[in-house]
Structures are given as structure tokens and as C-alpha cells.
């Protein structure tokens, strides 16, 4: 038996006892927890520092620095997820529905967890804290593979979290983190049948295509995208100026934010003299269709073919101009990753279009996209972003992280 093997029997026999744990003994392990980040804080960043040092000595580009940098505002930050994701009812056990059939019998159906859930990662070491509370809160056991740029400042963390659960009476085996950052044993963990449930890969397009191609337990696709802005012929500029900015600016490494402007040809001319001042602030830089490309002249770049379907996560973006509001949602629909999408229009009628016609998990009017996460959407925090359909869609809060079972009373009911 591997080391990996060993470690998800482990997280097998500690989900039989979290999954009946209760509300109260996971919130008291949640708050033992939010006291030990807080009482680690100086360990957690010492480690982060040295792994900050060797991705700077590594080349690795600013944007994914910042992912990977923690302080202890961050930290702060962290804790009171931990906290917020405990005051957050506890959806395990909840009854959705109960009827009585023709034949007397009380059929009802139930939230549980759903088990070992793997989440494979990039270098965001917050998303260790986040998974884990949330996970925990659900009744979830978690098996943690981060990225080797955080190993130092995950081994530090999930050494705080075990400590705390060990406090709080739960397993320390309800969390646990991969000892090995490489490749091969990332493949293992995508075929850890029998011990994971539910595997949910978080980072860029080249991990989740990985992870949903290679595995064989069951793979929950997040995070993907390529997400975009459409200003229409009626918009507020000026307002529009600001979104785009907050959602190409404000962190850009983060997959809620934007990758491409849609701009309608009769407004772009002034949207861009309105918005580029703005994104001169941060040097972004924009790759253009011929049309953009006529109005910024030498401040923008041609794009190429694929800067339509890139996921750039830095201080770029593609422009291009349409015509009218279906060439942006068709557009939208043919190069997007169902991530997040919006419109800046004052039509009423037309932002309850793009609202209808749009496929994405979340879809904006006059707001930005940075919105789509767990904690904006009042989730406490989130495991992931779903891009896909089936099981969950959107920021994966404690209730996506459930499943459900049907519980069955009878009087001596035979068929």
C-alpha cells in the first residue's frame, strides 16, 4: 500500500465518525481552529515568506506572486471565514421533503456528506484554510494537494488545523495534506478509487482539463475563466469604465476576473478613451481586432486568434467590437468557460436578454464580475467556482458540498 493509499484510508475511517459528529462539535472544532491560525500566525508567514522567496528566485511573474502571498491582514481574513462558515447553518440532516405514499410509508430525503472530498490546487494557500472549514462544516473529510510554490506555507497551515481538530476531539485525519507536491503522485490521487468520493481541481484551464481528463473517481470541474464584459450602444460609459477596471485591476490573477472587452462599435471610440486612462494605471496590456485596433492605434496590440480563448490571469486583455448585442452573446457563448459573464446597458430589455441567452453560472447586469465568490454570495466562503452542470453550478458553498439520501419508514410494508 502507497503512502497516498494509506493516507486516504485514513480519511475513509475519520469520515464515518465526522459524517455523525453534529453542529455543535464541528463549530467548536471551527473555532479551535480560527484560535490556532490566530495563534500560528507568525509560523504561517514565516513559511510563506520562504516560499515567496524561492517563486521570486523561480522567475515566477507578479500576478501569481500576490495568489501566493499571505500577510496578516490576509490571515486575518482566513480566520474570520473560519468564523463565518461556523455561524452558517448546517445543512447535514436537513430533511428536503417528506410524504406519505398510498401505501403508508413516510418517505423523506436528507442532506449528507458527501464523503473524501480531494481538492487539487494551485498557489492560493488560503484555499487550504477555506476547503477545510467548509469541508469540515458539511461533514466532509478532506484530502488536500496544494502546488509546490505554497508547500512550505500549507504544511504550516494544515499542521494549525490537525493541531486543532486533535483539541476539539474530531480525528486529525479530517484534514490532511499530500507530502508530495509532484506529478506522479497528483496522478495517484486522481485514481484513488474506493477512498475519494468527489475530486475538485481549483486553478487554471491546463489543471482542470488535466485533472477531468486523467481521472477516474468522480471530478467536480472549477475555476475555469475566461470571463467578459460587454458595453452596449446604451451603456453608462463612465460607469462601465469603473467596472471593467475593478474586474481586470483589482486582482487579476483570480479566475473571476475579466479576460476580454465586448464593446458595440457605435459607443467604442468613447468607451475607450473613457476606460484605457484607467487601465494605464496598471500597464495592461490590450490585444485588439481591427476595429479596436483603429481607435488605440499604438497603445493596443493585435490579437491573435487565441487571445479569444485565453484564461490570461495578468495585466492583459482582448478587445474586440461587435455589432450588436446577439454578436456578444454568441460570441460570448462560443469562446467563454461559463465562469462569469456581463452586460452594461441602461435597456432593460436587452440586459434581461444577455440575462436569458447567456451560459454561464453567473451573469451580471451593470455590476462586476469579481462579485462571483463565496463570500459575496453569502456562502461564508467557497471550495470552488463549478463551471459545469451537473451535481453544482456557481461558488460551491456547504450545500453543494452535499449529497442526499432517502430515508424510509414503514408499518410492515411488503410489495
Not at 484554510?129 to 506555507?153: H, M, P, Q, W, Y
Amino acid at each position: 500500500m502507497t503512502a497516498l493509499q494509506q493516507q486516504g484510508q485514513a480519511a475513509k475511517a475519520a469520515s464515518y465518525l465526522l459524517s455523525t459528529a453534529g453542529t455543535a462539535k464541528k463549530n467548536a472544532a471551527l473555532e479551535s481552529i480560527a484560535r490556532a491560525l490566530e495563534a500560528r500566525g507568525r509560523e504561517i508567514l514565516a513559511a510563506n515568506e520562504q516560499d515567496l522567496a524561492a517563486a521570486r528566485a523561480a522567475g515566477i511573474r507578479p500576478a501569481m506572486l500576490d495568489r501566493l502571498t499571505l500577510d496578516g491582514g490576509r490571515i486575518a481574513g482566513v480566520v474570520a471565514g473560519v468564523r463565518q462558515v461556523a455561524a452558517l447553518p448546517d445543512p447535514i440532516g436537513r430533511v428536503d421533503k417528506m410524504e406519505t405514499r398510498p401505501n403508508g410509508l413516510i418517505i423523506g430525503r436528507r442532506r449528507v456528506p458527501l464523503g473524501v472530498v480531494a481538492i487539487i490546487y494551485e498557489a492560493r494557500p488560503n484555499v487550504t484554510v477555506d476547503a477545510a472549514a467548509l469541508c469540515l462544516k458539511s461533514g466532509n473529510v478532506c484530502i488536500l494537494r496544494g502546488g509546490r510554490e505554497a508547500f512550505r506555507t500549507n504544511q504550516a497551515l494544515v499542521s494549525a488545523l490537525r493541531e486543532a481538530l486533535g483539541a476539539a476531539d474530531l480525528p486529525e485525519d479530517c484534514i490532511s495534506l499530500v507530502q508530495d507536491a509532484g506529478r506522479e503522485t497528483a496522478r495517484e490521487l486522481m485514481h484513488l478509487n474506493g477512498y475519494v468520493d468527489v475530486l475538485i481541481p481549483r486553478g487554471g484551464a491546463g489543471l482542470i482539463r488535466a485533472v477531468a481528463e486523467e481521472a477516474s473517481v468522480p471530478v467536480i470541474r472549477t475555476g475555469e475563466g475566461v470571463c467578459h464584459i460587454y458595453v452596449d450602444s446604451e451603456a453608462d460609459l463612465d460607469m462601465g469604465a469603473e467596472i471593467l477596471y475593478n474586474a481586470k485591476c483589482s486582482r487579476p490573477s483570480v479566475c473571476n476576473a475579466v479576460e476580454c472587452l465586448l464593446v458595440h462599435e457605435d459607443v467604442a471610440e468613447a468607451f475607450l478613451a473613457k476606460v484605457v486612462p484607467l487601465l494605464d494605471q496598471c500597464r495592461v496590456e490590450l490585444r485588439c481586432d481591427e476595429a479596436a485596433l483603429a481607435v488605440l492605434g499604438s497603445r493596443g496590440v493585435p490579437a491573435a486568434e487565441e487571445d479569444w480563448d485565453a484564461e490570461y490571469g495578468d495585466y492583459i486583455l482582448a478587445v474586440r467590437t461587435v455589432k450588436d448585442p446577439e454578436e456578444a452573446i454568441a460570441f460570448i457563448n462560443a469562446h467563454g468557460t461559463g465562469h462569469s459573464e456581463a452586460i452594461i446597458t441602461r435597456n432593460y430589455f436587452k440586459a434581461q436578454r444577455f440575462l436569458d441567452a447567456v451560459d454561464a453560472a453567473a451573469v451580471y447586469v451593470n455590476a462586476s464580475t469579481r462579485f462571483t465568490d463565496g463570500g459575496e454570495f453569502g456562502l461564508g466562503a467557497e471550495i470552488g467556482i463549478s463551471t459545469q452542470k451537473m451535481h453544482a453550478r456557481g461558488p460551491m458553498g456547504l450545500e453543494e458540498l452535499t449529497s442526499c439520501k432517502y430515508v424510509i419508514y414503514g408499518e410492515g410494508q411488503v410489495r
